[in-house]
């Protein structure tokens, strides 16, 4: 897969400006405030979770029917804003899963004949003219596709014995998230906030023509690195911001209620 985005690179620099700095811009400010605050704003960000679930299941069981986006997308909200901690839980799992899908699928994710690795001059005869805004939507509809198929068809021939690692560690992340409320919740948004501003930084990087993809894929374990790091500075973190601010709300509800001053001597003239 990586060669799909090593050639989605290069025809980066050729995209129009709104379908890469905008996308690149808010996902780095909302990973951002995620990474570090998205605790603080937790009804909010589930409900918009829930939402970008429900139309990501809907477009890929579905296909592109914006009806049926619109439907997934309000039942996951309201699943997120009624169960909190289980979507909280579920989506701590799905991120782990996901990411150690990433490392052991890799081998097995290669390019398939037809993609447009090799070929980012396909839609455009001029290779150095800039491409407008529709074409430059075509050609991440394209590469889009392209990851999709590689991702799905490297999923059908892994092997059942990697199978069991990608379950097992959604798994236990899902039971931390279940069972440890507060550190399941911090760990959930320094991992997605995480994830927001590395790729949001590659979007910007990539328009600019730095070629981000290939320097991470050099030094892969060194990025690696940097992730784990991040994620772990997130999580203690906003564990340690929530933790206080329970401690301070329970504190004020255990307060008892102020006491009734007692009544005066009643007056003659209420006798």
């Known amino acids: 897969m990586v060669e799909i985005l090593k050639s989605f690179e290069q025809v980066a620099v050729r995209l129009s400006p709104i379908v890469l700095v905008l996308p690149g811009l808010t996902a780095a400010a909302l990973g951002l405030f995620i990474w570090l605050g998205g605790l603080g704003f937790r009804m909010l960000l589930l409900a918009l979770m829930g939402a970008l679930t ?3 299941c809907s477009l890929w069981i579905v296909g592109q029917n914006p009806a049926a986006m619109v439907l997934l997308g309000l039942l996951g909200t ?21 990411i150690v899908f990433l490392v052991v699928a890799w081998p097995s994710l290669v390019v398939s004949e037809g993609a447009l690795v090799g ?6 005869q001029d290779g150095t003219a800039a491409l407008s805004t529709d074409q430059s939507l075509n050609v991440i509809r394209a590469y889009t596709l392209d990851v999709t198929d590689t991702v799905k068809r490297g999923g059908t021939q892994l092997m059942a014995s990697r199978w069991a690692v990608v379950a097992a560690a959604a798994l ?12 399941g919740g911090a ?21 600019k023509g730095s070629r981000p993809v290939t320097r991470v ?3 892969a374990p060194f990025f690696g690195l940097v992730f784990a790091a991040m994620v772990v500075f997130g999580t203690l973190e906003q564990w340690i ?3 206080r601010a329970d401690q301070r709300t329970e504190g004020e509800t255990k307060k ?13 003239r209420s006798r």
């Open 54 to 56: 429900g139309a990501f």
């Open 172 to 183: 236990t992340f899902l039971l931390v998230g279940l069972l440890f409320r507060h550190a």
């Open 256 to 268: 008892s209620p102020p006491r009734k001053k007692p009544e005066g001597k009643r007056s003659w």
């Open 119 to 124: 070929q980012p001059e396909a839609d455009v």
């Open 217 to 219: 894929d050099a030094r």
């Open 78 to 98: 309201a699943i997120a804003v009624v169960f909190q901690r289980f979507f909280t839980a579920a989506l701590l799992g799905a991120l782990a899963g996901i």
């Open 187 to 207: 760990l959930t948004c320094a991992m997605l906030g995480t994830e927001m501003i590395f790729a949001g930084l590659i979007l910007l990087l990539m328009f």
């Open 241 to 243: 911001l929530l933790r």
